[in-house]
């Protein structure tokens, strides 16, 4: 959570929301980054578009086509994709 003075951002409260991560892990900019890879590369989710979601069913499948590819296609810059770093697979798919 942002501790906000005016506009400024002056602090910040890490606390659990699920799960048990490490709260040395917990980042916004890393929640922040990632909803700017979502806006970018789902074009239903872009702000003050024509492509919005009609229906929740077409959002969810393209989040979930999104998901797919993210962990089992898109290699990271070091060590694969996320799926080969968990050891669900061990190459990238369709390459």
Do not use: Q
């Not at 393209?62 to 089992?72: G, H, K, P």
């Amino acid at each position: 959570m942002k501790i906000r003075d005016g506009g400024k951002v002056i602090g910040k409260i890490k606390r659990d929301v699920f799960g048990n991560p490490a709260n040395d892990d917990i980042e916004t900019t890393n929640i922040e980054n990632f909803c700017g890879i979502l806006r970018e590369r789902v074009g239903r989710l872009v702000r003050k578009t024509k492509c919005y979601s009609k229906k929740l069913l077409r959002l969810r499948n393209a989040t979930e086509i999104l998901r797919f590819y993210w962990n089992f296609m898109d290699r990271l810059p070091k060590n694969g994709t996320p799926a080969m770093i968990e050891n669900l697979t061990n190459h990238p798919w369709l390459e």
